[in-house]
């Protein structure tokens, strides 16, 4: 039994010394103190604490023998600096906590003092063209993470297939709204080729007149629901924002408006057939789920016959409950 607790204390003691040997100097000292008994409460282990203080490198004064300052970074990059300074970035000069220090051009690129002294070695500072995606993604996200605009981007479907923060916005040389590279519905456009021919469509939402944007209906620094929609403050349907009149809420719901949603009769983009119905007959809209309806006696081969020639208020009523009115 006595072996065993030797052995058993030896094996804690060597642990102790393993992990006491990764740490840095000074915090080694203090927890050597405080393992001679040294406790922080303890005349020994304010004294202790007192030394490791000492110790400890500045990191203010590793700070100001790293970064360089913008100005520096004028010296050479005259053109990017002018871009740099008439953006929203050059709030990166102040001191806030979103920018965590007044850096400047070295808040995203990283200290530059190495890149100075390399004579302008590219492998010395943090560049975006040469950067991974998921690099990029991170060093912007470490500021505008906070921004709930942009705070889902990491679980995004542009995140996921590679897309960076630099595939669609230029921090130096953008003239464009949210230094976008392009106009917006270009830029969605170069690659959303089907969602641009919806567009092209007889009956569609005027995006390419200017009259709404992808922006609108889509957050394309993602969502919580599905292909990154926006939606109200009460998590009603992003289309309720433009077509108020069809929101309710009714006294007898439709249901597929509430449970399927808008997208169960219309197609959100553009379509052949008038209102972006699925179907070129609202009859044979309405039989994809009220097939037994044909079996009453309505007669469905009447060319000009529509269901909601008398089911008028088909997307809800507040007097009836098949939607007469």
Known sequence: ???????????????????NAALPPSARALSGAFLMGAYPGSPEGKAAQNQAKAAAPSSQATDSGQYVGATVCQGCHDELYKGFEASPHWMTTQETKMTHGAHGCESCHGPGSAHVEGGGD???IFTFKEAKSEDITKRCLSCHEANPEQREFMR?????????????HSVHHSKQEYLLVKKQTALCFSCHAEQRADFQKPFHHRVEEGLIRCSDCHNAHG?????QLRSTPDQD????????DKRGP??????????EGCTACHFPHG???????????TNSLCLQCHAATAAIGHTQNTRIQQCIDCHSSIHGSNLSNVFFK
Not at 271 to 281: D, I, K, Q, V, Y
């Open 1 to 19: 039994m006595r072996f065993r607790t030797a052995a058993l204390l030896a094996f804690i003691a060597a642990l102790a010394v393993s992990a």
């Open 122 to 124: 590219k492998t010395k």
């Open 156 to 168: 995004s479907t542009h995140n996921e297939n590679g897309i960076s923060c630099t595939s669609c």
């Open 223 to 227: 969502t919580l629901a599905v292909r």
């Open 237 to 244: 349907m992003v289309c309720f924002k433009c077509h108020s």
């Open 250 to 259: 009714f006294v007898f719901e439709h249901e597929p408006v509430k449970v």
């Open 271 to 281: 379509s052949t057939n008038p209102r972006m119905l699925t179907s070129a007959r």
